[in-house]
């Protein structure tokens, strides 16, 4: 599926989507740099992407890429 779908199926923005792929929350794939995401379907299904989507619906930020990293505001 496209990133706009699994927004749609998250119900979420494609940019929380782009930015659970940045952090690695949802596998993603593609064919070359700035090529269309592709995301498997049983991937947005999974437990921790829908947990992480409904935090960002809350407002909550998303964990850091790495445990414990902190992240910086630019």
Known sequence: M??????????VSHTVVKTLIRKGILPAKQVVA?????IESKDVESETVR?????AKRGQRLPPTVAGQRELTL
């Open 34 to 38: 700035f090529a269309p995401w592709v």
């Open 51 to 55: 947990a992480a989507a409904r935090a």
């Open 2 to 11: 496209t990133m706009e779908e699994a927004a749609e199926a998250l119900q």
